[in-house]
């Protein structure tokens, strides 16, 4: 059972990387998506205000029409002084709206420009992703198949092993492979090179029960005495 597994494991490293490599590209575009997200928003309100200083500015230039006609009804100096006086100040209203309407645009310019490869490259990456998770469930499905053809018959080992060992070879299967390997005549583990007792070696000739390595948890068996 252990050589099937073997021989599918370069399969079943796929079934597992396979999700796995998806969801960290899902999660890298999350965080693109978030970062171009966040400077987006800053955009947005920053073409937000640019509306507002264009209303106002709207505003005052008509406060100013206004202020120029009630300017030429002066009936005497002082009147004549007051409505300068006015004009002036909305003058330097309009004057400050312009400037502050011209650092907007700034802004908005430059979050643009910053923006602009970001942009692109998370609307690649997007695409990208999306023909990956297009493509991922038919090479699982071929891949589940190519297993399924490989371990044809491994069924009737699983049922002549006792359970709980079973469940373990299985837990520590994806982690650490092989699980089963061979102990050398010279009594050391061929998974991690450790040195097994004679009393183990013997016990696993013995074939009673089963041993794993003490180091690497693998399972172990002895060449000769595989049935
Ligand atoms: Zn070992």
Redesign the pocket.
């Known amino acids: 059972m252990a050589e099937i597994d073997a021989s599918a494991r370069h399969i079943e490293e796929q079934l597992e990387g396979i999700p796995l490599e998806l969801e960290e590209r899902r999660q890298a575009v999350g965080e693109l998506e978030a970062l171009v997200g966040g400077q987006g928003e800053q955009m947005q309100a920053a073409e937000a205000l640019l509306k507002e200083q264009e209303g106002d500015l709207k505003l005052r230039s008509d406060m100013l029409s206004r202020s120029r006609a009630k300017s030429a009804k002066a009936r005497n100096m002082r009147e004549a002084e007051a409505a300068e006086r006015e004009l002036e100040s909305i003058r330097r209203s309009i004057k400050d709206g312009e400037v502050e309407m011209e650092r907007l645009q700034g802004v908005i310019n430059r979050t643009r420009d910053i923006l602009a490869e970001p942009l692109a490259e998370l609307e690649a990456q997007k695409k990208a992703l999306e023909e990956a998770e297009q493509s991922t469930a038919p090479r699982l499905e071929e891949l589940r198949a190519e297993r399924d053809k490989i371990t044809v018959g491994r069924d009737q080992y699983v049922t002549q092993i006792p359970k709980p060992i079973y469940r373990r070879y299985e837990r520590i299967r994806p982690k650490i492979h092989p699980a089963v390997?061979e102990v050398s005549p010279e009594c050391i583990?061929t998974?991690?090179r450790?040195q097994v007792s004679l009393q183990t070696y013997n016990l696993i000739i013995r074939c009673e029960d089963f041993y794993a390595?003490q180091?690497?948890n693998?399972y172990l068996y002895v060449k000769d005495e595989i049935i």
């Open positions: 390997v583990c998974g991690c450790l390595c180091q690497c693998r």
